[in-house]
């Protein structure tokens, strides 16, 4: 079975904080997503990567920055968090890029910023 | 771009009853996929049931089945025979064949299966 694992289930951090959210998968995945979710607007896009070092922004990229070091880990950066990033935040990975390819999920971070 | 839309917010069914999630989405794309994903209460999002918009017959995987419309740009899940454990948040999302692997997500349908 696909593993996606985050590096904590829940966060509280300060306006201003820089914050780190890491994702881990354990399949060779070559793709990674990480995406916002906010109740009524379901899930949005904000980063995604295809291959290591590299990124594309998603539909709500602003306020947030990607690292793809390794394959297997995408992590996600608030640079300065802000009350209006208190989500869940939800990284994926799939198998092959094509329209097709089913992604898996991780168990999510709840970020609380005050 | 794409829009996707579940207009039901909540919804509950009674156990061993049937219950239809409605989706819509809006895109002039002619070849692309459509999603189910389901989320149970604090646990992990996964893959329900996925339609080829090339396929005119409706997919099906067990208790699941969807009705696609294309032209109406229609695409509804079916539970039949609800049991407790199809309790979750239920989302629509649909990829374009040609933008990689995608997903624009409606925003989700809370269901709730009564004993």
């Known amino acids: 079975d696909v593993k996606v694992t985050q590096s904590s289930r829940y966060l509280v951090k300060r306006t201003g904080e820089k914050v780190f959210l890491e994702c881990v998968q354990d399949?060779?995945?070559?793709?990674m997503f990480w995406y916002r979710q906010d109740p009524g607007l379901g899930l949005r896009l904000i980063y995604f990567?295809?291959?290591?070092?590299?990124?594309e922004k998603g539909d709500i990229p602003e306020g947030y920055s990607v690292s793809r070091e390794k394959k297997e880990r995408f992590s996600l950066i608030l640079e300065s968090a802000s009350t209006n990033q208190t989500s869940m935040y939800l990284c994926?990975?799939?198998?092959?890029?094509?329209?097709?390819?089913?992604?898996?999920f991780g168990p999510g971070t709840r970020l609380l910023v005050l | 771009a794409q829009t996707v839309t579940q207009s039901q917010p909540e919804m509950s069914v009674q156990e061993a009853e049937t219950v239809t999630l409605s989706c819509t989405y809006d895109?002039?794309?002619?070849?692309?996929?459509l999603f189910w994903y389901k989320q149970p209460p604090s646990r992990q999002m996964i893959l329900v049931i996925r339609?080829?918009?090339?396929?005119?017959q409706n997919a099906t995987e067990n208790r699941f089945s969807v009705n696609f419309q294309k032209a109406a740009k229609s695409f509804s899940l079916k539970i039949s025979d609800s049991q407790l454990g199809d309790t979750a948040m239920y989302f629509c999302?649909?990829?374009?064949?040609?933008?990689?692997?995608?997903?624009?997500f409606g925003g989700g349908t809370r269901l709730m299966v009564k004993p």
């Open positions: 990567s295809y291959d290591v070092k590299m990124k």
């Open positions: 895109t002039s794309e002619n070849n692309y996929y």
């Open positions: 999302a649909f990829a374009n064949n040609n933008a990689g692997n995608m997903l624009t």
């Open positions: 399949m060779d995945h070559e793709n």
């Open positions: 994926a990975s799939s198998l092959l890029v094509g329209g097709r390819e089913t992604q898996y």
């Open positions: 339609q080829e918009a090339y396929k005119q």
